[in-house]
Antibody, heavy 120, light 107 residues
Framework: EVQLVQSGAEMKKPGDSLRISCETSGYKFFAYWIAWVRQMPGKDLEWMGI????????RYSPSFQGQVSISVDKSISTAYLQWSSLRASDTAMYYC?????????????WGQGTQVTVSA | IMMTQSPATLSVSPGERATLSCRAS??????LAWYQQKPGQAPRLLIYGASTRATGIPARFSASGSETEFTLTISSLQSEDFAVYYCQQYTNWPLLTFGGGTKVEIK
């Protein structure tokens, strides 16, 4: 069974650094692109970027380029989303998602989401 | 590519038909997917290729369209169908974009 299990909710202050994780299982981790999607409170879904675990090829949405960093650890089939300096506007739910291998560009499996709250 | 969904909210009685629209700012061919999101849950893939149901999706969900105009139809709304629905284009991979969503609520 394919599973994407994300790390728990985080409460941080502006300026803090943060790394959230997405542990995958049930499939060949290195063979599927993994993406991160942001959902701000009451708002729509925003694609942030993707990574190909086999070679760590990473692409970012222009809206998020330079704001976050996406990485993987192939040895533990886990993807990461990282901030070096959080802002209040980063408060949102973050989902890791697996790109379908049969219909490139669609998301066939989703993590449960990680709520990030940034407040002074 | 910008995706615009309408209406923002749709009030429908159980058993009735719901029709949701999605418009792309430029052609996306048939590279269009629909997702369903229930409160407190992650989205779920419903439709890809503009009209193909994903695995396990009931036949009451159908979709059509191409280029810039797309429609998702739920033929007879069940209680579990009240949710937010998002369209997503993937013609411009990896620059993927979602619509703003349509909330289907109980009338």
């Amino acid at each position: 069974e394919v599973q994407l299990v994300q790390s728990g909710a985080e409460m941080k202050k502006p300026g803090d650094s943060l790394r959230i994780s997405c542990e995958t299982s049930g499939y060949k981790f290195f063979a599927y692109w993994i993406a991160w999607v942001r959902q701000m409170p009451g708002k729509d879904l925003e694609w942030m970027g993707i990574i190909y675990p086999a070679d760590s090829d990473t692409r970012y949405s222009p809206s998020f380029q330079g704001q976050v960093s996406i990485s993987v650890d192939k040895s533990i089939s886990t993807a990461y989303l990282q901030w070096s300096s959080l802002r209040a506007s980063d408060t949102a739910m973050y989902y890791c998602v697996r790109h379908s291998i049969t219909v490139a560009g669609t998301f066939d499996y989703w993590g449960q989401g990680t709520q990030v709250t940034v407040s002074a | 590519i910008m995706m615009t969904q309408s209406p923002a909210t749709l009030s429908v009685s159980p058993g009735e038909r719901a029709t949701l629209s999605c418009r792309a700012s430029q052609t996306v061919s048939s590279n269009l997917a629909w997702y369903q999101q229930k409160p407190g849950q992650a989205p779920r893939l419903l439709i890809y290729g503009a009209s193909t149901r994903a695995t396990g999706i009931p036949a009451r969900f159908s979709a059509s369209g191409s280029e810039t105009e797309f429609t998702l139809t739920i033929s007879s709304l069940q209680s579990e169908d009240f949710a937010v629905y998002y369209c997503q284009q993937y013609t411009n991979w990896p620059l993927l974009t979602f619509g703003g969503g349509t909330k289907v609520e109980i009338k």
